[in-house]
């Protein structure tokens, strides 16, 4: 089936900095990617589709200054947490449809990405 | 709205059988999926739905009623290995995936 990657795994930064999650779709194109967060216990909240070309459309409540998504590629989306802070320190988790007709209803997740923001 | 329910938490026995059910209200439906989540991984796809009737695969099984909102996700058999979060998430009219806050599912020897 499609693989998705996500890069890093898990991370630790300082509140205030920065921090660039990679989402990849490794052997098929995804011109639509999806970014979610999860809070422990909780479901996953969709934070943005990314789309390939164009610009991000965010869910309602997530502000789209403090998380930068481009969809530079057909295979890559980055999420970037601007400033972050200790309340951002969640889950994140990027997935991508699958390419042909028959996978289109099928979602492949990335491994997920633990922040932790002190 | 839209609304997807599902209980927080079941525990069943190695061996056993146990059905964990989903109501769904959405704008438009394309499709009920089931996802199971272990602690600190990503969701792995389990099945997917968009006719009504009963999807069989292995030890687990998933049934859809689209007149009724309602689906549940069959495990038989169970292992130690299936305590996990199971996750409910129905497709609406824009495709995107309208989640559950998952079942907790405990599995005791």
């Known amino acids: 089936g499609a693989v998705v990657s996500q890069h890093p795994s898990w991370v630790i930064c300082k509140s205030g900095t920065s921090v660039k999650i990679e989402c990849r779709s490794l052997?098929?194109?995804?011109?639509?990617m999806f970014w979610y967060r999860q809070f422990p216990k909780q479901s996953l909240m969709l934070m943005a589709t990314s789309n390939e070309g164009s610009k991000a459309t965010y869910e309602q409540g997530v502000e789209k200054d403090k998380f930068l998504i481009n969809h530079a590629s057909l295979t890559l989306s980055t999420l970037t947490v601007t400033s972050a802070h200790p309340e951002d320190s969640s889950f994140y988790i990027c997935?991508?449809?699958?390419?042909?007709?028959?996978?289109?209803?099928?979602?492949?997740f990335g491994p997920g990405t633990r922040l932790t923001v002190t | 709205g839209q609304n997807i329910d599902q209980p927080t938490e079941m525990t069943a026995t190695e061996g056993a059988i146990v059905q964990i059910n989903c109501t769904y209200q959405?704008?438009?439906?394309?499709?009920l999926f089931w996802y199971q989540q272990h602690a600190g991984e990503a969701p792995t796809f389990l099945s997917y739905n968009v006719l009504d009737g009963l999807e069989e695969k292995g030890r687990f099984s998933s049934f859809l009623s689209r007149s009724k909102g309602y689906s549940y996700l069959l495990l038989k058999e169970l292992q130690m290995k299936d305590s996990a979060s199971y996750l409910c998430a129905a497709q609406d009219s824009n495709y995107q995936l309208i989640w559950g806050a998952g079942t907790k599912l405990i599995i005791k020897p």
């Open positions: 959405t704008s438009g439906f394309n499709g």
């Open positions: 052997d098929f194109q995804a011109t639509t």
């Open positions: 997935s991508a449809p699958g390419g042909g007709l028959a996978d289109f209803y099928e979602q492949y």
